[in-house]
């Protein structure tokens, strides 16, 4: 906060309890309107302890302010990562870049990293527009009361919505500077004739596509939706790709306790009101538990000899759901 308020462009890097114990200072970066680039590297929450991967953390903050994007794999991380500065210092609103935590945080993959010329082609200096400085002082984050605390939300709020159409652009630039495209929002993968259609977020993609692959292989028409931008929430970019779509599976790596998955949630909201298809919602990989090819693709089976609504936990073991020891 204090590099970005004089006028630095800031960088920081946290994770599961890490981030929660952030939780004051991220909201007051998003308030103070601080364009901070932060890496979640995606990780469960305690208790019980635990260190692996699932997304727990970042989807709890979702209402914080920050833009976030969800990258499926390391040549995503490092390009959406400089994508983020640009996004960030042109709208003047923190970006969060969530990454699977040990899944890709502490995986070694061959990348492309852009030289620097490059990347000052694209990425323009920061220069803010307010900064904190001793010889022209100025006051940042100051005590605003109910005459205008509410005008305030407002203003974030309508540059969060203001931010999806920054965000496939920057996207949109990026790929005619160094030729490579994740999406902007969301990205498609067979949807084309899809009677499925899968949907997730970061590398469980990765794993998706194969069973996709491999379902497509037996005759059955599955289809994927990634979404990149989980906030701002891209509402119109997932109708536009679920057009004609009637069965949908969210497979997440987070649970809204007492509800269903936090992605499921938003999707359903998405529809409200509209013409939906049949929404689902499993449960799979919480804390770093494996979620394989097979799995996924008797997800895809269920919804196509079922397509009715469910929020379902796949993957539990069955011996410690008895409370069987050892």
Avoid at 310 to 316: A, D, T
Wanted: charged share 25%.
């Amino acid at each position: 906060l204090g590099g970005s308020a004089v006028g630095g462009r800031a960088y920081t890097a946290t994770s599961s309890q890490g981030l929660l114990l952030m939780v004051e200072v991220i909201f007051n970066i998003a308030g103070l309107r601080l364009p901070v680039v932060m890496t979640c590297a995606n990780r469960a929450v305690s208790a019980p302890i635990n260190i692996w991967n699932d997304q727990q953390d970042s989807v709890s903050i979702r209402d914080s302010g920050w833009i976030q994007l969800y990258v499926e794999d390391n040549q995503e991380a490092v390009d959406t990562h400089i994508q983020a500065f640009r996004i960030a210092e042109e709208l003047m609103i923190p970006v969060m870049v969530c990454m699977d935590g040990y899944v890709l945080t502490h995986t070694m993959e061959p990348v492309d990293i852009p030289g620097q010329e490059e990347v000052d082609r694209f990425l323009p200096p920061y220069r803010p527009k307010y900064r904190l400085d001793p010889d022209d002082p100025f006051t940042m984050g100051a005590m605003v009361g109910p005459d205008a605390y509410m005008e305030t939300r407002y203003h974030v709020h309508m540059d969060m919505m203001e931010a999806r159409s920054v965000i496939q652009r920057v996207a949109d630039d990026y790929a005619q500077a160094f030729g490579r495209h994740h999406g902007g929002l969301v990205e498609t993968y067979d949807l084309e004739g899809a009677d499925v259609v899968l949907v997730s977020m970061g590398s469980l993609l990765g794993t998706m596509r194969e069973a996709v692959d491999e379902l497509r292989e037996e005759g059955l028409r599955v289809g994927i939706l990634k979404v990149r931008c989980f906030r701002p929430f891209p509402k119109e970019a997932i109708h536009d790709a679920l057009q004609g779509v009637e069965v949908v599976g969210v497979i997440e790596k987070d649970i809204s306790l007492g509800l269903e998955g936090t992605l499921c949630s938003e999707m359903r909201a998405a529809f409200c009101g509209e013409d939906s298809p049949n929404i689902s919602s499993f449960i799979m990989g919480l804390g770093g538990r494996d979620i394989t090819v097979e799995e996924i693709k008797q997800v895809a089976r269920d919804l196509a000899s079922d397509p009715a609504c469910r929020v379902e936990f796949r993957g539990l073991k069955e011996e410690l759901m008895r409370g069987d020891e050892g």
